[in-house]
């Protein structure tokens, strides 16, 4: 196989079987110490992870070599799965980007406050609400709670209104999503000769090594 048609191959393989995907890309916080390198956890632009995120784009990546690494630390057990991907040559991906994965699912619990009726905002995007909980408390899910449009809140549609403070289970569905942690292939190009006029410099799809961020709780864990 000629080297110069690799890159045109290579695009042709994420646009026809590659997965479709939002991409944000990161940037620090500037609420970040300096001298500590930690970030305000009250921060109300960050949420206290220290990284603020660009408006999400959507993009194809083909993803493989998924692995799920388990750690044992003082806080417990902690699950890590990872991944590779690859991008199209013009999608350049940094530390820390996320990549969510919109055509599939997995489960995330949280506890949200509802006040008037509405919860709390929710750590990550509701596709659809599996499980309800509380104390003492009777749910049907289809009639009982609706999903607002942006995804991130719950509004509970029954005649009998729930106390404002009320905290409850919610057990939801949501696309998963990954953080940039390596860049395996950021040199990657390949020089064109075959029917130009000249020899051209291309850059090849970029590989990039995720971690599944759906297990950080972060400061959102007591209140959605």
């Known amino acids: 196989m000629r080297a110069d048609i690799k890159p045109k191959l290579f695009e042709d393989l994420i646009k026809y079987t590659g997965m ?13 110490n300096k001298d500590s390198g930690q970030p305000d956890f009250n921060c109300p632009y960050c949420e206290g ?7 999400p784009k959507e993009t194809r990546v083909i993803s493989y070599s998924f692995s799920g690494n388990r750690e044992f630390l003082n ?3 902690i699950e890590r799965g990872t991944a590779y991907i690859t991008t199209f040559p013009n999608v350049l991906m940094g530390y820390h980007d996320r990549v969510t994965f919109l055509d599939m699912s997995a489960k995330y619990s949280e506890i949200l406050e509802f006040n008037k009726n509405k919860s709390s905002k929710s750590h990550r995007p509701i ?3 599996v499980m309800v909980k509380g104390d003492g408390l009777d749910f049907d899910i289809e009639k009982d709670f609706k999903i607002t449009k942006d995804g ?7 005649l009998t209104e729930l106390p404002d403070g009320t905290k409850l289970s919610v057990l939801y569905l949501t696309p998963p999503s990954y953080i ?8 990657r190009a390949t ?3 075959f029917k130009y006029p000249q020899e051209t410099f291309t850059e090849l799809p970029k590989q ?4 599944r961020e759906d297990f950080v709780y972060g400061s959102n864990f007591d209140s959605g």
Not at 20 to 32: Q, R, S, T
């Open 180 to 187: 940039v942690i390596d860049l395996v292939h950021e040199l």
């Open 49 to 55: 992870q220290g990284f603020l995120y660009l408006e």
């Open 127 to 129: 596709n659809k609400i």
């Open 20 to 32: 479709k995907v939002l991409w944000e890309e990161a940037m620090f916080c500037h609420c970040l």
């Open 208 to 211: 990039y090594v995720i971690k």
């Open 152 to 158: 991130r809140f719950i509004e509970y549609m029954n």
């Open 191 to 193: 020089f064109v000769k």
């Open 75 to 77: 806080i417990g057990l």
